[in-house]
C-alpha cells in the first residue's frame, strides 16, 4: 500500500463536521484480495487490536467491524479503523470514519476524525504500516505504536486554559479553528472571528508582539496568507536539519527561531561542513536548544 497524499480538513468539510484526516491510499494488489481471502488475517487483526470489538460499523452492533472483516472488506476500509483505534488507544477517542472509491482502480478516500492533527496524520501512517505487517504475518510492537502517538499528543495538544475555552465555545455552538501547533485558536468566522492565545485574547496588542518575536511563526502566518517566503523548517534534530539541507540544496541561510539582534544566524552556507558550524552556532543562542 502506498500513502498518495494527507490532507487536513480542520472545519465543517464534505465528509462531515468534524476536523478530519482525508488520505488518498493506493492499495494496489490488495484490490483483488479482500479481508476474507488473506490467510490468517482476520484472527491475526483481531488478536492484535481486540478492542476494535467495540467498533459497530454498517452493522450497527459491538463486533461488527470484526464481521466484516471476517466476512470480507477491503483493506481500505481496515485501515480507516486502525486509525480511529491508535488513536483511542493513546488517549484521543474519536470515531468518524468513511472509505469511499476514488473512481480509480484501487485507490481510496480514507477519512477518519482527530483531536490533535499532527496525531491522526501520524496514526495513519502506523496504520498502514500495521495493516502490512498483519497481511505479511511480520512482528509488530503495538506498545511502541502507542507510545509514539501518545508522545505526539502530549506535544501537540491544547493546553489546560485553552481546552477550557475551546470546549465552553464549542458547548455554545461556537466553531473554532486552531491557527498553530500552540494556544492560537480563533473561535468564531468572519466579522464574528475573535483570536485567543491561551487565555490571553485579541483585544490586546499582545498576540501580535509575541508573533513577531518568534521567526517561525511569523513565517507560517505571512505563507498562509499569500506572501512568498523561503523553504524551511523547524526542528531541533540535527539530523533531520542536515537531511532537509540535502534534499533543498545550497546556499542555506541557519537561524535560531528565538533569537534576536541578528545572534546565531549564518548566512550564505554552502557546504556540509559549514552547516554543521552553522547549526552549532544556531542551536547555541535558541533559548529552547
Not at 95 to 117: A, L, M, N, Q, W
Request: hydrophobic share 35%.
Amino acid at each position: 500500500m502506498k500513502i498518495l497524499q494527507f490532507r487536513k480538513l480542520s472545519g465543517p468539510n464534505y465528509w462531515s463536521l468534524h476536523p478530519c484526516i482525508q488520505m488518498l491510499l493506493d492499495i494496489g494488489d490488495l484490490e483483488e484480495l479482500p479481508t476474507n481471502m488473506i490467510d490468517g488475517f482476520y484472527e491475526r487483526f483481531t488478536e492484535a487490536l481486540p478492542t476494535i470489538h467495540e467498533h459497530r460499523c454498517s452493522v450497527g452492533k459491538a463486533g461488527g467491524f470484526f464481521q466484516r472483516v471476517e466476512e470480507g472488506t477491503w483493506m481500505g476500509h481496515v485501515v480507516e479503523h486502525t486509525a480511529l483505534e491508535l488513536q483511542t488507544l493513546s488517549g484521543m477517542d474519536t470515531g468518524f470514519g468513511r472509505t469511499r472509491e476514488t473512481g480509480d482502480t484501487g485507490i481510496y478516500h480514507v477519512v477518519y476524525s482527530y483531536i490533535v492533527s499532527e496525531v491522526g496524520k501520524r496514526a495513519g501512517e502506523l496504520s498502514v504500516d500495521l495493516c502490512e505487517k498483519l497481511i505479511r504475518g511480520n512482528k509488530y510492537d503495538l506498545d511502541a505504536i502507542v507510545q509514539e502517538l501518545k508522545e505526539l499528543r502530549e506535544r501537540y495538544k491544547m493546553g489546560p486554559s485553552t481546552s477550557s475555552i475551546v470546549d465552553e465555545a464549542v458547548s455554545r455552538g461556537i466553531p473554532f479553528t486552531r491557527l498553530n501547533r500552540g494556544s492560537l485558536v480563533q473561535l468564531g468566522y468572519g466579522t464574528n472571528q475573535k483570536r485567543i492565545r491561551a487565555t490571553m485574547t485579541g483585544e490586546t496588542s499582545s498576540l501580535a508582539v509575541d508573533f513577531a518575536g518568534d521567526k517561525w511563526e511569523t513565517k507560517e502566518l505571512l505563507e498562509k496568507h499569500g506572501i512568498p517566503v523561503p523553504k524551511g523548517m523547524e526542528t531541533r534534530k540535527f539530523e533531520s536539519a542536515f537531511e532537509a539541507a540535502q534534499r533543498w540544496g545550497y546556499p542555506l541561510v541557519v537561524k535560531p527561531t528565538d533569537g534576536n539582534h541578528g545572534r546565531g544566524i549564518t548566512v550564505g552556507v554552502d557546504n556540509d561542513d559549514l552547516f554543521k558550524h552553522a547549526w552549532e552556532a544556531a542551536k547555541a543562542q535558541s533559548k529552547n536548544g
